[in-house]
């Protein structure tokens, strides 16, 4: 059974760190491209970020890019979320999905997490 | 930067066929995908390639995707498909996935 369990989620100041976790089993997570999408309160979906199987290439959303670097250990089947400089507007729960290829283009995302809640407030 | 566009909201009685649609410029030249999202659950995905159900959603679920729209039909909706829906798309001009904004789906 294809497992997605995220953690690492909290509450932090604006201006502040926190590095998301997204522990993979029940698949070869070497062979899937990995990727981050997240929900305001209220709101709709917003794609984040997502890593082709390798980890060679990455691509963010324009929201946060400079600031949310994605990154992955195949060999710990873990995906990762490092998020700096917090804006109150980064406020939501954090999902990890699977894409359904290697790559990190065009994908569908066929397996989610439970989620990670991220709480940016002074 | 690619937009898809959806209704804020569908209704439908049990029994009856729900369609919701996903606009996009020339969106029928791309794969788009459905999700389903029922209140403090994660999404699930139901359509994917535009028309293929993955395995255990019911064959109620259906789609289909051409010109600018695209659309997923619920045949014979069912109380329990009371959710929010929606659609994805590959942006190639970003190389980013896209999501639509999302439709309520309320079944009465």
């Known amino acids: 059974e294809v497992q997605l369990v995220e953690s690492g989620g909290g509450v932090v100041q604006p201006g502040g760190s926190l590095r998301l976790s997204c522990a993979a089993s029940?698949?070869?997570?070497?062979?899937?491209?990995m990727h981050w999408v997240r929900q305001a309160p209220g709101k709709g979906l917003e794609y984040v970020s997502g890593?082709?199987?390798?980890?060679?290439?990455?691509y963010y959303a324009n929201s946060v890019k400079g600031r949310f670097t994605i990154s992955r250990d195949n060999s710990k089947n873990t995906l990762y979320l490092q998020m700096d400089s917090l804006r109150v507007e980064d406020m939501a729960v954090y999902y990890c999905?699977?894409?359904?290829?290697?790559?990190?283009?065009?994908?569908?995302?066929?397996?989610w997490g439970q989620g990670s809640l991220v709480t940016v407030s002074s | 930067s690619y937009e898809l566009t959806q209704p804020p909201s569908v209704s439908v009685s049990p029994g009856q066929t729900a369609s919701i649609t996903c606009s996009g410029d020339?969106?029928?030249?791309?794969?788009s995908a459905w999700y389903q999202q029922k209140p403090g659950q994660s999404p699930v995905l139901v359509i994917y390639?535009?028309?293929k159900r993955p395995s255990g959603i019911p064959e109620r679920f259906s789609g289909s995707n051409s010109g600018n729209t695209a659309t997923l039909t619920i045949s014979g909706t069912q109380a329990l498909d009371e959710a929010d829906y929606y659609c994805?798309?590959?942006?190639?001009?970003?190389?980013?996935?896209?999501f639509g904004g999302g439709t309520k789906l309320t079944v009465l």
């Open positions: 999905a699977r894409g359904d290829t290697a790559l990190v283009h065009q994908n569908y995302f066929d397996y």
């Open positions: 029940g698949f070869t997570f070497s062979n899937y491209g």
């Open positions: 890593i082709d199987s390798n980890g060679d290439s990455t």
């Open positions: 020339k969106l029928g030249d791309k794969y």
């Open positions: 390639h535009d028309r």
């Open positions: 994805q798309a590959w942006d190639i001009s970003t190389a980013l996935e896209v």
